[in-house]
T-cell receptor, first 112, second 116 residues
């Protein structure tokens, strides 16, 4: 595997389910990001991890819970989501928090 | 609060035409600006990164310029091809740090279609 990978690519879940999104980067980077892309809206930054520590949380609801166990892996744990949370969730990584970011293919999430 | 606007929202051109995509941002205190393309099902691909001290960057048929003082950037695509069809995103990175990270603010993109 090369670059940034995300699994699953598609996810359909009910409002009472608990699921997790996974991101893995194979670029040796030390910063990772979660973004949300809703229809007709700009990408919104959700979380930033630098050196495995969370350095930014853009007022994201607590039903989204990130986890960064090491510099190569990033998770987004989901529980009791709302239909308006349906979106494309993108993961990115960079060498340091200020440099060029490289993106994964995204997970298309649908909440019923 | 930084806001990024991209014009036009959508563009359809015949193959071979040269074209310009525009990006404007409200806060000129940026660290750098990145142009990316988004293909359905394939995520985002970085095209060009311009540091705040630079005026332009070139990669193949792509040329991006930056006028930080006026809050503008343009992406010039020469001799467009059907494979250039995608959504093009502009993103600016600010200086403001929050515990060590700089925030990337995206525009809504320009959806480009190059027709045969």
């Amino acid at each position: 595997e090369t670059g940034v990978t995300q699994t699953p690519r598609h996810l359909v879940m009910g409002m009472t389910n608990k699921k997790s999104l996974k991101c893995e980067q194979h670029l040796g980077h030390n910063a990772m990001y979660w973004y949300k892309q809703s229809a007709k809206k700009p990408l919104e930054l959700m979380f930033v991890y630098s050196l495995e520590e969370r350095v930014e949380n853009n007022s994201v609801p607590s039903r989204f819970s990130p986890e960064c166990p090491n510099s190569s892996h990033l998770f987004l744990h989901l529980h009791t989501l709302q239909p308006e949370d349906s979106a494309l969730y993108l993961c990115a990584s960079s060498q340091v928090a200020v440099n060029e970011q490289f993106f994964g293919p995204g997970t298309r999430l649908t909440v019923l | 609060k930084q806001e990024v606007t991209q014009i036009p929202a959508a563009l359809s051109v015949p193959e071979g035409e040269n074209l310009v995509l525009n990006c404007s941002f409200t806060d000129s205190a940026i660290y750098n600006l990145q142009w990316l393309r988004q293909d359905p099902g394939k995520g985002l691909t970085s095209l060009l990164l311009i540091q705040s001290s630079q005026r332009e960057q070139t990669s193949g048929r792509l040329n991006a310029s930056l006028d930080k003082s006026s809050g503008r950037s343009t992406l010039y695509i020469a001799a467009s091809q059907p494979g250039d069809s995608a959504t093009y995103l502009c993103a600016v990175r600010g200086y403001i740090l929050t515990g060590g990270g700089n925030k990337l603010t995206f525009g809504t993109g320009t959806q480009l279609k190059v027709e045969l």
